[in-house]
């Protein structure tokens, strides 16, 4: 892409969007990259702290759904590329509370998209999930596939998905769309199960497995994922979708007896809890399309695994004060209270 050079990152005090952030800022010394966040329980800015002196880097704090705060934005930041992270990003959660991610990631994206239209971006980029095609009992997911959604998570998803889509096809906006594995890395809120693990595993509190933790899951290291998008912005073609994982899947139960070992703590600290409700069994993708493009992942799970132990060990101080904060002692009181007791 000739014209890209102010990329606004939305959702980008979150986990994968500060990992995105970094590793833009790094690799392109002429890229200015403004960040655009709500900061919801998952924003922080602790996430970016290390940038503020970074005159390339800024911050703004507001809604994608707010499209004169978005407008304003575009305009003052002259953007050419969007890359789209925001959103309700959690499964649980959305089991409870439905209302936020049909705002966030369905009217989200449209209104990112309207602006994207009106400003004549050089790329409007959705950060997209594997979730939306639903369990993938045998086999692995392809772009074509139909849409199979099962939670208001990834219902949510695929709204967006599909607004990227009617968007390209009605308007010609450039599009282009990643659906993503599961992240595992640095600054992953820890309400997610490598990082809540990891952490409970540390302080010796148990770790919640649902049902009988046979279900499957393709974690993927987090700059990996970052690099899939970055291949995607310079090598993919508008319209497209593109599946973006290691293509390997493990089971949870062994994910969880993998982090007690790395740690050295007893296999007794995991507890077989109650099911989440409408649990998909197993999510698996089909990568030979971004990989066609010269995209591959540098991290087995091992590795990934590995790398995000470690650093969760030494930086307590990132997650002490998340997990000991009042919003998250409710969550997992509310999340897992009576599980647990049962
Ligand atoms: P996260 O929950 O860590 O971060 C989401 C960020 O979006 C937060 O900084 C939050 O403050 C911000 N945000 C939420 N609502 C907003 C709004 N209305 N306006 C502006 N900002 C808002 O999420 P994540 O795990 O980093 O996921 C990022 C994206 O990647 C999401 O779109 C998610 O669906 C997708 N994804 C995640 C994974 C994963 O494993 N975590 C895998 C595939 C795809
Ligand atoms: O697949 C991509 C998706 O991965 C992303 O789109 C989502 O944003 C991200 O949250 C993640 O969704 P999952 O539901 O797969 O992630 P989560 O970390 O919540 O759970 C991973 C697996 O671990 C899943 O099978 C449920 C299980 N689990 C989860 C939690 C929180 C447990 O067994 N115990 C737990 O306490």
């Not at 995105?20 to 970016?48: C, I, Q, S």
């Not at 369990?135 to 990227?164: F, N, Q, V, W």
């Not at 070992?261 to 109650?274: M, T």
């Amino acid at each position: 892409m000739r014209g890209m050079r102010n990329i606004l990152v939305t959702g980008g005090a979150g986990f994968i969007g500060s990992n995105f952030v970094h590793y833009m800022l790094e690799k392109y010394p002429d890229y200015r990259v403004v960040v655009l966040d709500k900061l919801t329980y998952a924003g922080n800015l602790d996430n970016l702290r290390d940038l503020e002196q970074e005159p390339r880097y800024h911050f703004v704090h507001g809604d994608i759904c707010d499209i004169e705060r978005v407008e304003q934005v575009m305009r003052e930041y002259a953007i050419d590329t969007i890359v789209n992270f925001a959103a309700e990003s959690h499964v649980d959660r959305s089991l409870m509370e439905p209302g936020a991610f049909i705002q966030t990631d369905v009217v989200g994206p449209d209104v990112l998209l309207e602006s994207a239209r009106k400003f004549g971006v050089e790329r409007y980029h959705q950060v997209s999930t594997d979730e939306v095609y639903g369990e993938i009992l045998e086999g692995r997911a392809r772009e074509t596939d139909r849409l199979h959604t099962r939670s208001p998570y990834s219902a949510s998803k695929a709204g967006g998905d599909l607004m990227c889509l009617a968007y390209f096809t009605s308007f010609g906006v450039p599009v282009t769309i990643t659906r993503g594995s599961n992240n595992i890395g640095p600054y992953q809120y820890p309400e997610k199960v490598v990082p809540l693990f990891i952490t409970n595993a540390i302080d010796d509190i148990p770790l919640p497995v649902y049902g009988d933790g046979s279900q499957m899951r393709d974690y993927q290291y987090v700059l990996d994922h970052c690099e899939g998008i970055d291949v995607v912005l310079h090598r993919g073609q508008p319209g497209e979708i593109y599946n973006l994982g290691t293509g390997v899947e493990v089971c949870n139960l062994y994910m969880a007896q993998l982090i007690l070992q790395l740690l050295g703590k007893p296999q007794s600290l995991i507890r077989f809890v109650a099911d989440r409700p409408g649990h998909d069994r197993r999510y698996a993708l089909d990568c030979s399309k971004i990989q066609s493009l010269g995209w591959r992942s540098r991290h087995t799970f091992e590795e990934a695994l590995e790398k995000t132990v470690r650093w969760y060990v030494d930086n307590p101080w990132w997650w002490r004060k998340i997990k000991s904060g009042e919003h998250y002692r409710a969550y997992y009181a509310r999340q897992y209270g009576s599980r647990l007791q049962e």
